[in-house]
């Protein structure tokens, strides 16, 4: 802090378990990556190698050194680990992520449809190689899953090793938790949070508004994701109530006689 202001949220420290914020890096540059980690590396704790990039991009595996210097876990997203599935290339895509250096990947079945049982032996065999965060939740607006399924199957993979889960949202955020235009589905999410506990949750908000919701209903510290390179900063903001939409939501109720109207 470049100064001491009362009434600020506490925000754990990295590595953190809760509070996390995930950035898609969607091809960041080395120089990006460098001038990101200096303005927002002590603000980010993963950065997602978005969609299938790392089967083409650039520098990938001095990007991931980076990150990890920085102490940000870099992963690959589900697509690529789905990109290699439908293929029948698991060992290959096992010997991937060790020779990209990866500490952490995601299992996820949203653009292809992998059976249940079949999706937790991958997380099983690979939460004995690597950190796993698995994603549910489809990427196509017509799978839709019920509140209990949704829950059932978050349940069972952080059971079959799974470290987080990740509530599916897109880089839109206009599927999965939310609705078409961009709001939440308030039942579902309230369903996942009973059912599942948020801190077990990573939320994909990639929406301002978004972000400033699970804010303001579970506090500074709920794990959020799909944050763009240039949004960690003023993500930091709403969670520290230094923004318009979060303002009050850590001040103590006397100050808040002086909300404007």
């Known amino acids: 802090m470049n100064i001491l202001l009362p009434y600020l949220p506490e925000r754990s420290q990295k590595p953190r378990s809760q509070g996390l914020t995930m950035m898609m890096d969607k091809g960041l540059s080395l120089r990006e990556t460098e001038n990101f980690i200096e303005s927002s590396g002590a603000f980010t704790d993963l950065a997602k190698l978005a969609f299938g990039t790392a089967v083409f991009a650039g520098n990938v595996p001095e990007k991931i050194a980076l990150y990890k210097q920085a102490n940000i876990k870099a992963y690959f997203g589900g697509t690529l680990f789905e990109a290699f599935i439908i293929r029948g290339m698991f060992d290959e895509f096992r010997r991937f992520v060790d020779q990209m250096g990866v500490e952490v990947v995601e299992v996820s079945d949203g653009s292809m449809k ?6 937790l032996e991958y997380i099983r065999q690979l939460a004995r190689q690597v950190t796993v965060v698995s994603e549910v939740g489809s990427k196509v ?15 069972t993979e952080l059971q079959a090793g ?3 889960v990740i509530a599916e ?6 599927i999965g938790i939310y609705h078409s235009d961009g709001s939440a589905d308030k039942e579902l999410i309230s369903a996942l949070m009973q059912g599942v506990g948020s801190e077990k949750i ?3 908000a990639p929406v301002k508004s978004q972000q400033a919701m699970f804010i303001q209903q579970l506090g500074a510290e709920v794990n959020l994701g799909n944050v763009a390179p240039t949004e960690v900063i003023a993500l930091e903001s709403l ?11 850590f001040l103590p109720k006397e100050l808040h006689a002086k909300k404007q109207l």
């Open 114 to 119: 992998i059976e249940h049982a079949e999706k």
């Open 202 to 204: 990573i939320w994909e």
């Open 162 to 164: 799974s470290w987080k």
């Open 239 to 249: 969670r520290l109530g230094l923004r318009g939409d979060t303002f009050f939501n």
């Open 169 to 174: 949202a897109r880089e839109s955020g206009t």
């Open 141 to 155: 607006s017509g799978v839709v899953l019920s509140n209990q399924e949704w829950v059932q199957s978050m349940q």
